[in-house]
């Protein structure tokens, strides 16, 4: 049989197999990619920490310092001044020694917190007291503010007069406050109410607060001649977001500087 020249040659293709476990996938990428993110924080962190000066680096580790006080003492932690009282009141002590006062003004402030630290250490109902406390230094002098906590307020809020726990606390600030001669401001401030109410009560409250809380100091020994002032600032200047609070009810004494009443 003649063989017929319209055959087409037969061609066997040979697909090459690649042998292994499959596709890996991008998940060594993310990682990567979060190793390279860290490194370059932290490279970052350390160059930061370099390029500042020490007053500097202080005044950053201060800063973040004052608001974890903050949120202990508006969360009403555990212990004398939310668990820090003595503490507190001993890093006021250094920090007076930095600040731009008078001699006697600074032996006046000094004597105040060992005063009141002296009365409230190892003394667990002072201590629980305490939580309601905050003490700071100010332009004007050493503020001590004592605020509510939730469902432990400082006055009786149906009839305004002072609770136990208020009472105790102007009895130990009334012996420190006997140590010198400073003059003393108070002022009171109160939480925001909603503005359904026809009448804001807020600046009879704290005018109220304010002169309740100066005729306690004087029944505790404070002589009527060391009141400087007596004010009442309603809702004006909140402590803490939201204004409606609790720990924006507070009551603050200044011990003022002698250099500034001259």
Same mark, same amino acid.
């Given at each position: ?6 055959? !087409?040659?037969?061609?066997?293709? !040979? ?51 004052? &608001?974890? /006080? ?14 820090? /009282? ?29 005063? &009141? ?16 406390? /905050? &003490? ?16 432990r ?9 002072? !609770? ?5 606390l102007? @009895? ?28 804001n009560?807020?600046? @009879? ?9 100066q ?19 309603? @809702?004006?200047a909140? /402590? ?23």
């Amino acid at each position: 049989m003649q063989r017929s020249d319209n055959v !087409r040659p037969i061609i066997i293709k !040979r697909k090459k197999v690649v042998s292994g476990d499959g596709h890996h996938g991008g998940a060594w990428k993310v990682a990567y990619a979060d190793f390279v993110t860290a490194m370059m924080a932290f490279f970052l962190m350390l160059w930061l920490l370099g390029s500042v000066e020490d007053e500097q680096r202080k005044g950053i580790a201060d800063y973040f310092s004052d &608001i974890q /006080a903050v949120q202990s003492q508006s969360s009403g932690g555990d212990g004398v001044m939310g668990g820090e /009282a003595l503490s507190q009141v001993e890093s006021l002590a250094e920090a007076l020694a930095e600040q731009e006062i008078s001699k006697s003004d600074l032996e006046a402030l000094d004597t105040i917190v060992d005063a &009141i630290e002296t009365q409230i250490a190892g003394d667990e109902l002072l201590g629980e007291a305490f939580e309601h406390v /905050a &003490i700071r230094m100010t332009d004007e002098g050493l503020l001590i503010e004592l605020f509510d906590l939730e469902d432990r307020p400082l006055f009786n809020p149906d009839d305004g007069t002072p !609770r136990p726990v208020l009472i105790a606390l102007a @009895d130990v600030l009334s012996n420190a406050f006997s140590t010198v001669t400073n003059p003393v401001a108070v002022q009171t401030h109160s939480r925001s109410f909603p503005t359904v109410f026809l009448q804001n009560p807020v600046w @009879d409250l704290t005018i109220s607060r304010a002169i309740t809380m100066q005729r306690l100091m004087l029944d505790q020994g404070l002589p009527e001649s060391r009141i400087h002032r007596v004010t009442g600032n309603a @809702d004006r200047a909140p /402590a803490i977001s939201p204004t409606t609070a609790a720990r924006n009810n507070r009551v603050e004494l200044i011990l003022l500087l002698q250099s500034d009443q001259t």
